[in-house]
């Protein structure tokens, strides 16, 4: 089922339980997101909700995590943007409930055992620390932090990235695991495994929950919006590798379409999580799933 409201949307996975909780919605022209001039595209194809295709030609950009509670673990994906951050290149200061909507779930802070980042970049690592008495320390004291070696090491000696506030103190105090896959896949438990999702960033990484006979994945930001699904040559503007990012969009669609695997966006406005389904013409396309 999916409760009703954006904010806080709820899927259950067999025995599992995937929270959205949600930081803050943009709305973004197409070449603020995707690398084209094709003004026609989102209108080209329907959508399961209002804010994937508006009427003047923009789309809602969704910035959220996502809290996987397997029973046994508390896996939060993707940690967004945070407050009180000047120096990021959108959404500066921000000064949110997040953290109070994430405890109202019952998940306060101390009771996160593993966050992970299927990337590096600002707006998925804002909360890994919070500003406390003028130092930023770590948001989730009790949890590992898990990010690929490959990303680290890609970013480490960027400048601008502001791994200095959201990552060196977790390093510092000995929280974060660089992870390496085997092959495709590393398994975090519980049924939650990463797998290698590369292009917009060398090391990212989709995180595949299954219990039961159910199966969800989080796409992390091998697409932006779904369209990318059904046009896997859009790169988004922020992709290091626009051909690597293509072929990882087409395989993630070529192992996921028609299998009833949910899909759940990471910065997909509502319904965000839905099926990839193909069409009569072979095209695929992201459709609402009405079991969740």
């Excluded at 070529?254 to 999580?273: M, N, Q, S």
């Amino acid at each position: 089922m999916v409760d009703a409201g954006a904010r806080m949307a709820r899927w259950h996975i067999g025995t599992t339980v995937i929270h959205k909780v949600l930081e803050a919605e943009v709305t973004a022209s197409l070449p603020a997101v995707l690398r084209t001039d094709d003004t026609a595209l989102l209108k080209r194809h329907p959508w399961p909700g209002p804010g994937f295709s508006r009427e003047d030609g923009t789309f809602v950009i969704s910035v959220h995590a996502l809290l996987v509670d397997t029973g046994g673990r508390r896996i939060l994906v993707d940690t967004c943007v945070g407050n009180g951050r000047a120096s990021v290149p959108m959404l500066r200061m921000l000064d949110t409930a997040w953290l109070d909507d994430l405890t109202a779930l019952g998940h306060p802070p101390e009771s996160i055992d593993t966050v992970v980042c299927t990337h590096l970049h600002f707006d998925h690592i804002g909360w890994n620390t919070r500003l406390v008495d003028g130092r930023w320390v770590p948001t989730f004291p009790r949890a590992r932090h898990l990010a690929t070696r490959t990303e680290w090491d890609h970013w480490k000696g960027e400048a601008g990235t502001d791994l200095h506030d959201t990552m060196r103190p977790l390093l510092d105090a000995d929280l974060v695991d660089l992870v390496d896959l085997v092959g495709t896949r590393h398994r975090v438990g519980d049924g939650v495994y990463l797998e290698a999702a590369p292009g917009h960033t060398p090391g990212q990484v989709a995180v595949v929950v299954e219990s039961g006979a159910e199966r969800a994945v989080i796409t992390g930001d091998l697409v932006h919006h779904p369209v990318q699904f059904t046009e896997p040559d859009v790169p988004s503007l922020s992709d290091v590798d626009a051909t690597l990012a293509a072929a990882t969009r087409r395989a993630f669609v070529d192992r996921y379409a028609d299998t009833g695997t949910l899909v759940i966006g990471t910065h997909f406005p509502a319904p965000t999580a839905g099926l990839l389904q193909r069409g009569p013409d072979g095209a695929v396309r992201f459709v609402a799933d009405a079991r969740h």
